[in-house]
């Protein structure tokens, strides 16, 4: 079964940073590219982050740009999402989530979703 | 401000169907695949519709997806209550280098 599991929400101040981890079974990991997405509560879905299958292209939203770092280990079928100086609209459930493109470097396709892991950002 | 732009609600009674539209722009729905997902509250989002029309494996006929332009539409017949949900149309953006998503639909099936 194809699967993502993140970890590493919690509470944090502003300013401070937090490391998210996902990691995904299921699946040959190194075919596919990676997301996180989030939901402030209340609000809709918004995109965070994209990250080739190979690590070598990675992409952000402008909200995060500058702050927000993703990585892969394809080892250890784990993304990662770094984020510094975090705000109070960084509080959100944080989605992992796989793209669904194997051939192509193509985007926009997320076929699994994990349950979400939360970030609290307050003093 | 969403990329793309949905109706912030919908609704029908059960057995009928209804559409939600997505209206974006040339640089993402004009020119990339658009994909729909429905979101009911604390669950993970789930993939129903990709590269426009396509429907993965285990999603019911009952969904369908149609793009002209740029714009999108996703189709629901014969609803049921469990079809209340947020949904969601998203796309590639080749300006903004990013996946841009609409601000969601909510489905009330009453």
Known sequence: EVQVLESGGGLVQPGESLRLSCVA?????SSYAMNWVRQAPGKGLEWVSVISKSGGATYYGDSVKGRFTISRDNSKSTVYLQMNSLRAEDTAVYYCAKEGYVLNDWYGKID???QGTLV???? | QSVLTQPPSVSAAPG???TISCSGSSSNIGNN???WYQHLPGTAPKLLIYDDNKRPSGIPDRFSGSKSGTSATLGMTGLQTGDEADYYCGSWDDALLAVVFGGGTKLTVL
């Open chain 1, 25 to 29: 079974s299921g699946f040959t990991f």
């Open chain 2, 16 to 18: 009928q169907k209804v």
């Open chain 2, 33 to 35: 695949y658009v994909s």
């Open chain 1, 120 to 123: 609290t950002v307050s003093s």
């Open chain 1, 112 to 114: 699994c979703w994990g």
